[in-house]
């Protein structure tokens, strides 16, 4: 199984990006898939997440909510983070994730609640 994220790169504050993370090997059509991130000198922190399907099983960390958005798209197998209004604070290697099953709702911020990874991609907001 591999998670392949994009779409990363140096943009300006106040810019938009949108990333993607393509899975193969296994479909994630019924599970979790979410987004993590690592700042420079900080630990892997939770983005986003999609814990289940169906509607309003969409959650975000406080600090993204209002302006990034996740979404799936089950028949390419994948998954997509549209970000707006990007901040300085936002700079970070971010990471898919996903899980073959649902999460519970109180484990979508734990790294370990999420059984495959992608690679990362850098993005870098300036001011």
């Known amino acids: 199984v591999q998670l392949q994220a994009s779409g990363g790169g140096m943009v300006q504050a106040g810019d938009s990006l949108r990333l993607s993370c393509a899975a193969s090997?296994?479909?994630?059509?019924?599970?979790?898939v979410g987004w993590f991130r690592q700042a420079p000198g900080k630990e892997r922190e939770f983005v986003a997440t999609?814990?289940?399907?169906?509607?309003?099983?969409?959650y975000y960390d406080d600090s993204v909510k209002g302006r990034f958005t996740i979404s799936r798209d089950n028949a390419k197998n994948s998954w997509y983070l549209q970000m707006n209004n990007l901040k300085p604070e936002d700079t970070a290697v971010y990471y898919c994730?996903?899980?073959?099953?649902?999460?519970?709702?109180?484990?979508?911020?734990?790294?370990?609640?999420?059984?495959?990874w992608g690679q990362g991609t850098l993005v870098t907001v300036s001011s």
């Open positions: 999609i814990r289940r399907p169906g509607s309003g099983n969409t």
């Open positions: 090997g296994r479909t994630f059509s019924s599970g979790a």
């Open positions: 994730a996903a899980n073959g099953n649902s999460i519970i709702l109180s484990a979508i911020r734990t790294m370990r609640s999420y059984n495959y």
